[in-house]
């Protein structure tokens, strides 16, 4: 196991940034972290890099105690903090020679991770030179260094212009072949682009831990609807997408769509074909995207 979280809590003073937090992640394995801000994502990650101390429960990465095992804990871990701390001053080769020494790692692996992330034509520029798509990359081949097994990215596509996030992607995702990368975001759609499974926070919780095909898979949603008069089930498994329809009391149906796009506006279209009113229409949050948007909104 690569990543091992238990009952994990961390209290800032008086202020709860998580509450008993459990899950794993495998190797190899993308998995995205996504939760809105304020979630607790970047607390529980520097928790697992061993900059923070959490109050209370075990954190292991490849089998060692964050609490004991700090050392093992940095040689198996590269981390692309937040605001990645960049010098601007510095020249690319000069920024990663620094970590370079502290890992103890050799010049050609320098010239490795430059080429691995994409950054041989601008390398000879200083950070301050770069566009923030090329700082990021910056900031991944100094995670990639000392050839950790476990990559933490904190946010590392916030910030960058849509080729660039392209960019970025596809690198994260050529190294997740390998490795096990834990990402956070708060975006929806960057678990999609890049993930094999998702773990969402919210407010210090875990709300869901679920691989993409079961997120694809949870893509239905109910809405329920309220006629003035009786209607057949038949005649309501006409609508488009339906999969099921439930009587569930008087002229109230359950009708399950196939599909995330919401349906109440076909049900309401449908009603006025057939001369039906309309008491009630609402949908039911079911699949795992209404979950995220009524967390973030
Ligand atoms: P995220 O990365 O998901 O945006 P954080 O882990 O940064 O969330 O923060 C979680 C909660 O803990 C937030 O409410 C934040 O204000 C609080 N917090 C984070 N760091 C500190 C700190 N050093 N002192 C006090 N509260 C903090
Ligand atoms: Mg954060």
């Known amino acids: ?86 010098y601007l001053e510095q020249y690319v080769r000069e920024y990663l020679s620094f970590n370079a020494q502290v890992y103890g790692v050799t010049k050609s692996r320098i010239e490795e991770v430059i080429t691995l992330t994409g950054l041989t034509p601008e390398a000879h520029k200083t950070i301050g030179q770069l566009s923030k798509g090329y700082r990021q990359r910056v900031g991944l081949a100094n995670a990639l260094l000392h050839n950790p097994d476990v990559l933490i990215l904190d946010e590392p596509t916030t910030g960058l212009d849509p080729n660039q996030l392209v960019d970025i992607r596809n690198l994260i995702k050529s190294i997740g072949k390998e490795k096990t990368v834990f990402l956070s975001t708060h975006i929806m759609q960057e678990v999609e682009a890049m993930c094999d499974r998702v773990i969402i926070i919210n407010k210090g919780e875990i709300v869901a831990n679920k691989t993409l095909k079961e997120l694809r898979d949870d893509k239905e949603q109910v809405v329920i609807v309220a006629f003035d008069y009786r209607v057949e089930d038949a005649f309501l498994l006409k609508l488009p997408k339906v999969k099921q329809v439930k009587n569930t009391h008087d002229f109230t149906y359950e009708i399950t769509f196939d599909t995330a796009e919401d349906m109440r506006s076909h049900v309401f279209d449908f009603a006025h074909d057939n001369e039906l009113k309309i008491l009630q229409l609402n949908q039911k949050n079911a699949s795992l995207e209404s979950l995220f948007r009524e967390l973030t909104s």
Do not use: C, R
């Open 1 to 86: 196991m690569s990543i091992e979280v238990t009952n994990i809590s961390k209290v800032y003073g008086t202020q709860k940034a998580l509450h008993q937090i459990s899950f794993k992640v495998n190797k190899p394995e993308i998995v995205g972290f996504l939760g809105p801000n304020g979630a607790g994502k970047s607390t529980m990650m520097k928790i697992l890099t061993t900059y923070l101390d959490a109050t209370e429960g075990v954190a292991k990465v490849n089998g060692h105690d964050v609490n004991t095992n700090t050392k093992q804990v940095q040689q198996s871990v590269g981390y692309l903090p937040e605001h990645n701390p960049l």
